[in-house]
């Protein structure tokens, strides 16, 4: 079984700063992409950052130079450190990643339970 597992969620005022981590465990072969997605109320679910296994990195407009995604790939980890933050920011921010539990094996796509980031004006 393959879990992910956010911390680092939280309240903050604009312009301030949180750093969101994933850890991935469970019965793993390979970890292929992971990624952050969040969720604001009332709304769908948005893409936030990548980073893929050949060190490529992308982030969504809305976040670009203020988010970056990083990972560690001996600790199947991905965080996202999030600078100056902007009410707008406020959502659910889940954890992503494509997951290979078996060699020769599709992989499976699974999702953190999220964390909450709430940023006040």
């Known amino acids: 079984q393959v879990q992910l597992v956010e911390s680092g969620g939280g309240s903050v005022q604009a312009g301030g700063s949180l750093r969101l981590s994933c850890a991935v465990s469970?019965?793993?072969?390979?970890?292929?992409?992971m990624a952050w997605y969040r969720q604001a109320p009332g709304k769908q679910r948005e893409f936030v950052a990548v980073?893929?296994?050949?060190?490529?990195?992308n982030h969504a407009d809305s976040v670009k130079g203020r988010f970056t995604i990083s990972r560690d790939n001996a600790k199947n980890t991905v965080n996202l450190q999030m600078n100056s933050l902007k009410p707008e920011d406020t959502a659910v921010y889940y954890c992503?990643?494509?997951?290979?539990?078996?060699?020769?094996?599709?992989?499976?796509?699974?999702w953190g339970q999220g964390t909450q980031v709430t940023v006040s004006s």
């Open positions: 469970g019965s793993i072969f390979a970890i292929n992409t």
């Open positions: 980073f893929t296994t050949d060190g490529r990195s």
């Open positions: 992503n990643a494509g997951v290979v539990v078996v060699q020769g094996q599709l992989e499976s796509n699974y």
